[in-house]
């Protein structure tokens, strides 16, 4: 027998005494303090006397640690706030709760009740007078000092990462804190939070591989959304004139280090407003943001210094490629980008037009080199099918769209644009994502005739967009992969 399952083995053993002796597994158990409660409330109290007579205060937790010195010893506790330490000496304790001090081992839950002292080393202590194990922990817990460092068992088993790593458990507090900082933003601005299906009949509100399902009782297909911006456009038009929603979509596509085939999503819509207005938005939230959690509006990623201070970087997609690729040729010269792209390594089908040409060039030189928060404007209308057309060409002659998207050490963060609100345009870019689809692309959006009737009765100017709150999450708590901020990531079947 292996050490591990012999350690199993005497685990067992000792739940099976707690079940002889009617203890194992009890309910109703309540506690009324946690341990940075306590440890902040006494921190500055020092006289014995008026530690004792702050009276008695009930904690549970796991077992962190424990030492025996036969008759008495000493164990931590953690609970959803930190660590706290116990003194337990038969002398203090009733039989039951020395029995259970007997009995304990690394990873048990347990209730203690007691009053406080400091030790030799001045270490605010509860000097326990009852003690009870409330859940018996069967296998030996991953090593304290070093927690788990397997890198797939920690996201198959995400508990055991929690128990163990501190860091974990403080990226996924770090990452609540966002999401109640987003929340808040948009509430304290007028904006409605709002619920939209996740179960759509069409593929639409942008260009990826969806998930595909069927529905028994009304014998339909139906798709797990990629996005929801259709349905939240269909509020605007129905008076719901600024709404949000904090999102879980779903894409059939790859996994790597910034992708998970389900990711969470901030999507906003502000009727009467525009891209710029939204860039100074993100700005302002993403900064508040950053300073909120790390006390300054620089930070540290992966190695790498990022500020970000106001006022951040705003560059077109054709500047872009003009400052930061190694293309030589004219933007006008599409046979050229073609050529390049080939070189590059990049697969054309040979339908694309020049704004993807541009794009593809952008995708493949300049987005990695964007470090510092940078707002690419200018997007080209081919590859822009929900946002409105610019009232002017480009410089270099594109057609393009009032649209924008946030890089952060070449990871795109956030997207956003004028919304569409002429119908027939409107109509237009999803016949040609038909087209698309039926050449054989299957990220292109179907036709949703709903929604073109939705314009009819009229969108007012509107800009909306979408912000990753898993690649935010990753900059903010210097998260080397998204799976490391996702709590349970989608893993290969072992």
């Not at 502000?270 to 100074?280: E, N």
Request: hydrophobic share 35%; glycine share 8%; proline share 4%.
């Amino acid at each position: 027998m292996s050490e591990i399952d012999e350690q199993s083995r005497v685990r067992r053993e000792k739940l099976s005494r707690l079940r002889e002796a009617g203890v194992a597994y009890p309910h109703n158990v309540s506690v009324g303090n946690t341990s940075e409660g306590i440890l902040q409330k006494y921190k500055d109290v020092n006289d014995p006397t008026e530690l004792e007579s702050a009276g008695s205060f009930e904690l549970a937790g796991r077992v962190s640690f424990v030492r025996s010195f036969g008759k008495a010893g000493f164990i931590k506790i953690r609970d959803r706030h930190g660590q706290i330490q116990i003194h337990v000496s038969k002398e203090k304790l009733d039989d039951p709760s020395f029995a259970a001090f007997k009995g304990l081992d690394l990873g048990d839950i347990v209730r203690a009740e007691g009053t406080l002292f400091r030790t030799k080393t001045e270490e605010l202590t509860l000097e326990c007078l009852k003690l009870q194990i409330l859940s018996k922990c069967l296998h030996t817990p991953p090593e304290k000092f070093h927690g788990l460092t397997d890198v797939e068992e920690r996201y198959r088993k995400r508990y055991l990462d929690l128990i163990s790593n501190e860091e974990t458990r403080k990226t996924f507090k770090t990452r609540s804190k966002i999401v109640q900082g987003v929340r808040d933003y948009f509430l304290k601005r007028d904006f409605l939070e709002v619920e939209t299906p996740m179960m759509h009949s069409l593929v639409s509100g942008a260009t990826a591989k969806p998930f595909k399902t069927h529905h028994n009782a009304l014998d339909i297909p139906l798709f797990l959304r990629i996005a929801p911006e259709l349905h939240l456009k269909r509020l605007v038009v129905g008076g719901l004139e600024r709404v949000f929603e904090i999102n879980r979509n779903f894409r059939n596509e790859g996994i790597s280090v910034r992708h998970n085939p389900e990711f969470t999503m901030l999507e906003f819509y502000m009727a009467y407003a525009t891209y710029h207005k939204l860039m100074d938005m993100t700005e302002e939230l993403v900064s508040a943001l950053v300073h909120d959690i790390h006390g300054s509006f620089e930070l540290e990623y992966q190695g790498e210094k990022l500020n970000f201070k106001s006022p951040w970087t705003r560059i077109s997609m054709e500047n872009a490629v003009k400052t930061h690729s190694a293309y030589e040729g004219k933007l006008q010269d599409h046979d050229g980008m073609r050529a390049y792209l080939k070189k590059r390594g990049v697969t054309l089908t040979g339908r694309e037009g020049p704004g993807t040409l541009l794009s593809l060039i952008f995708e493949e030189d300049v987005e990695s080199q964007l470090r510092q928060p940078t707002f690419v404007v200018g997007f080209p209308t081919e590859i822009s099918p929900l946002a409105r057309r610019s009232d002017k060409p480009s410089s270099e002659g594109f057609d393009v769209t009032d649209r924008f998207e946030l890089y952060v050490c070449g990871t795109e963060i956030a997207n956003g644009f004028n919304e569409l609100n002429d119908p027939d345009d409107q109509k237009s870019r999803f016949e040609a994502q038909v087209a698309e689809k039926d050449a054989g692309n299957d990220e292109a959006c179907d036709y949703d005739a709903d929604y073109i009737n939705a314009l009819e009765f009229g969108l007012p100017p509107t800009a909306g967009e979408g912000i990753g709150i898993d690649r935010l999450t990753m900059l903010l708590t210097n998260s080397a992969s998204i799976r490391d901020v996702i709590l349970f990531p989608q893993m290969r079947g072992e």
